[in-house]
């Protein structure tokens, strides 16, 4: 019954994100009192012994769960671009595509040639086409956080700031979001 408990709560410290052998002993202390008071046969090696039992089971336990978690995760994600008839190659570039969108603020087309660059992902065009027309991003927004930037770091005017948005050197946005965004920059 201590070893059944012990191994219950070490678990719901496990995924809470807490150390599972954090205060054991206080807590194996109290127990062993408990079960001194009622059956006053409990000694302290036994104590030790249930302890150590404990933490090997517990630890075990975790570190299966955590991989079974981790492998389901990845097995529903894979399972359902599968179904879709993706690729992983055309799997990888839409990751790669949503972090380029999500924390450079890239336009469609500089999303595009950075997943085709040698320099960038090296993605197949095929892979590239497949990402950047299944992403789901905001270019307005793209935009208007790429305007930010160059009127923050560059103290670009307006006029600059559009012309380096739809560049093909620059930003490749399309007129209408670049409009967007200098229209929005504050």
Known sequence: MLTGTLVASSLLLAA???????NQEEKTTEEATTE??????VTTEEVTTEEVT???VTTEEVTTEEATTEEATTEEVT??????????EQVSALSQAESYSEMMHMSKAGIYDQLVSEYGGQFPAEAAQY???NLKADYKKNALESAKQYA?????????IYDQLISEYGGQFT????QYAVDNLK
């Open 16 to 22: 809470c994100g807490r150390d599972p052998t954090e």
């Open 36 to 41: 001194e008071a009622t059956t006053e046969e």
């Open 54 to 56: 404990t933490e090997e």
């Open 79 to 88: 399972n359902r671009e599968t179904q879709e008839g993706a690729t992983r």
């Open 131 to 133: 990402a950047v027309d």
């Open 152 to 160: 923050e770091t560059m103290n670009m005017s307006t006029n600059a």
């Open 175 to 178: 007129p209408e979001e670049a």
